[in-house]
Each structure stands twice: as structure tokens, then as C-alpha cells.
């Protein structure tokens, strides 16, 4: 692996950074399915789980966006028929046969996007930042606000 062309830079900064370009990359790739960074990360998360509750969408895609954004763009996806309740009357979504068929193809499209933002990138090493940055997330959160 090469060494950061800006190495002084804090890690916060390549956090952002990071984050920053997935979303302008997934916007731009996703875009072709009619899809911003966060519907596909919605979809992506009622395919994974094969359902879940509004108040389980925000809690897990919350670093995205805020809860009313979530919320709205949930209610967007309902009226555009991709996803629906899982029963009569349920708190639960689930995809819809169209929403089904929308996340595959959107799927194909976000796998290049992974594929080119960890290219150069080995196993292992992916595994460890990823460690690493769940310490971080767990260190901070265990810190006892003073405010």
C-alpha cells in the first residue's frame, strides 16, 4: 500500500473525504436507476434484513441523514410503489416485486463502485480499518458528554 499523499492530515478529514466522494460516486452511478445514495441504501437495507420498521431505517442509516429525510424518503419509496407494508396495517416495509427488481439492478451498479473504491486495498487491510474504525465509533460513543 502507498503512503497518503497528505499524511499531516488527520483522520477525521479522510473520514469525511471518504464519505464525501461515496456519496457523490453513488449519486452519479445510481442516478441511471432513478436512485440517490440514500433510496439505494434504503432498498439495500429492506433486501438485507426482508423488512424492517421506519424507526429501524433511521436508527441504522441515521450517519446518513436525518430522521425526517429517512422518513420522507421512505414515504417517497411507498408512493412510487418500490416498497410496501408487510401486511395490512403493519409498521413493518418490505420491498415490492418492483423494488425487488429496481435493488438488483441498482446492486450490479453499487458492486463496481465497491470494487473501485477498494481497489489497491487488501483483505486485510480492509478488515482492519474497518476494526479500527469501530473502535473509534465505540471509544467516542462510551465518552461521557460534559455539555
Known amino acids: 500500500m502507498t503512503q497518503p499523499k497528505k499524511p499531516h492530515l488527520p483522520i477525521g478529514y479522510w473520514i ?14 445510481q442516478r ?16 438485507e434484513t426482508s423488512g424492517a420498521t421506519k424507526a429501524e431505517i433511521v436508527e441504522l442509516l441515521r450517519p446518513f441523514a436525518s430522521a425526517a429525510a429517512l422518513e420522507a424518503t ?6 412510487s410503489g418500490l416498497v410496501e407494508a408487510q401486511q395490512s396495517g403493519s409498521a413493518r416495509v418490505q420491498l415490492t416485486a418492483q423494488g425487488r427488481d429496481l435493488h438488483a439492478r441498482a446492486l450490479e451498479v453499487q458492486q463496481s463502485i465497491r470494487r473501485q473504491a477498494v481497489q489497491g486495498i487488501t483483505d486485510a487491510d480492509y478488515v482492519t480499518t474497518v476494526r479500527v474504525l469501530q473502535q473509534i465509533v465505540e471509544n467516542l460513543s462510551a465518552m461521557k458528554r460534559t455539555d
Do not use: Y
Request: hydrophobic share 40%; net charge negative; aromatic share 2%.
Open 16 to 29: 469525511k473525504k471518504a464519505d464525501e466522494l461515496l456519496t457523490e460516486r453513488i449519486n452519479e452511478v
Open 32 to 47: 441511471a436507476n432513478g436512485l440517490t445514495r440514500t433510496e439505494w441504501q434504503i432498498l439495500n437495507s429492506l433486501h
Open 74 to 79: 421512505v414515504d417517497q419509496l411507498i408512493q
